[in-house]
């Protein structure tokens, strides 16, 4: 079986080198990195390709393209059985594919989710708590456990999105080529929307299949300045923060695939539209709560002048369109949707009380190679032991906790 990590890319040549190296130090013959470049102009390719490695296969555009298309192009250029993607500052954990690969070998699923472990970039002026790892006592050493992401439809359609879970991803996530293939719009298409991950983890919950989910970790979603997220963060159009947004704006609107609305670079805003997008191109009948839809954006926006006005306008045209004008004044009237429901945060309060942060510096180095390095000496191999049924879950984590005490220890 061969399994593709492929590492869509674009101008973040400060960060990529140790994303592409924590999957290089995978002990695997019978993987490949693929390394999609959208046409980077900061030395990218110069710099991948002097990376002597054969598993090591590296892609460009050729021209500035949408993030869709170029995450479109990485999963085409892909030839593995199955399909790892993730970002050029995140990294994969290579102590724990060994364990990821006995998964899929022994079950062939559809694809496969895991607790998703995350880093943040010690970069000056960025952040409060970077540089460190968290581990959770209930995101480590769990056994797969079969799950149809169509099970995830009800909570989708009426907007209880933290209901979703576990979700089938291919960001963080792996998914086989065959079920990308069979439920792509088009023949060499599998994203068709402006946001991909989303996009394909919706039309998942709308259409299913055979997955499993882990609670364990097998990769890093590293976050930095130059993350994607940071694009949809809704800044002014003077701020000089909203300038790789607004990039990311013109690619997008010169893209094939147009969401059916603009998303006002506005999270929430992105949701929904990814939603509505994917109804409207699969000719779906099922009607989302326009009401709880609507009542999810303009929450979120209410304290948010500066895009608020944008985003307004944009549902109001959009609610005129679907003639759902009704379910969004009945929005408006609504009392502001809290983040987080209670549930939720005492859920997250007992989740870091059972939980322990380490740093993630090793010799002198804080990357997210080191990230990856640290948190495969804390996990060590006992994920294998745990699915052997020779170890329990629960003496797996008590060993991990006694590692961990080689670290610097932070809160």
């Not at 364990?99 to 998703?116: A, K, M, Q, Y």
């Not at 946001?195 to 983890?201: M, S």
């Not at 130059?226 to 947004?245: E, L």
Request: charged share 25%; aromatic share 8%; hydrophobic share 35%.
């Amino acid at each position: 079986m061969k399994i593709s990590i492929v590492i869509p890319t674009r101008e973040r040549i400060a960060y990529l080198p140790a994303s592409i190296q924590t999957a290089l130090d995978i002990d695997d013959p019978d993987i490949e990195v693929v390394v999609n470049d959208n046409a980077s102009q900061d030395g990218t390719e110069d710099v991948v390709r002097a990376i002597e490695d054969p598993r090591l296969r590296y892609f460009n555009t050729g021209q500035r393209v949408a993030m869709r298309e170029n995450f479109n192009q990485a999963v085409t250029n892909a030839t593995g059985d199955y399909v790892v993607v993730f970002g050029d500052d995140d990294g994969i954990l290579p102590g724990q594919f060994r364990h990821l690969r006995d998964v899929l070998e022994r079950h062939r699923p559809d694809g496969l989710s895991w607790t998703r472990a995350t880093y943040g970039w010690p970069i000056p002026g960025f952040g409060q708590k970077t540089g460190g790892i968290r581990f959770y006592r209930d995101g480590t050493f769990g056994a797969p456990q079969p799950y149809d992401p169509s099970r995830n439809e009800r909570a989708l359609l009426s907007c209880d999105l933290a209901k979703m879970v576990p979700s089938a991803n291919i960001y963080h996530g792996c998914v086989a080529k065959a079920y990308l293939e069979r439920v792509a719009p088009s023949s060499g298409v599998f994203f068709d929307g402006a946001i991909p991950d989303v996009n394909f983890e919706y039309r998942a919950a709308l259409v299913g299949g055979a997955f499993l989910h882990c609670d364990h970790p097998f990769s890093i979603n590293g976050h930095s300045p130059a993350s994607n997220g940071g694009a949809q963060k809704g800044f002014k159009a003077d701020d000089p923060r909203s300038k790789p947004a607004q990039q990311f704006d013109a690619e997008n609107r010169a893209d094939t695939y147009q969401d059916v609305m603009d998303n006002a670079r506005f999270v929430p805003l992105v949701l929904f539209s990814t939603l509505e997008t994917l109804r409207r191109r699969m000719g779906d009948a099922r009607r989302p709560d326009f009401k709880a839809w609507y009542h999810m954006v303009v929450s979120g926006a209410r304290n948010k002048p500066e895009v608020s006005e944008n985003v307004e306008a944009i549902l109001k045209a959009y609610a005129e369109e679907t003639g759902t004008t009704a379910e969004l004044a009945q929005a408006y009237d609504l009392p502001a949707k809290r983040k987080k429901t209670l549930g939720e945060r005492v859920a997250r309060i007992r989740s870091q009380i059972n939980s322990l942060r380490v740093s993630a510096e090793k010799d002198g180095e804080n990357t997210i190679l080191t990230a990856a390095r640290v948190y495969d000496e804390i996990l060590a191999n006992d994920l294998g032991a745990v699915l052997d049924n020779t170890l329990s879950r629960d003496k797996a984590w008590r060993a991990a906790k006694q590692r961990s005490r080689n670290f610097k220890r932070e809160l």
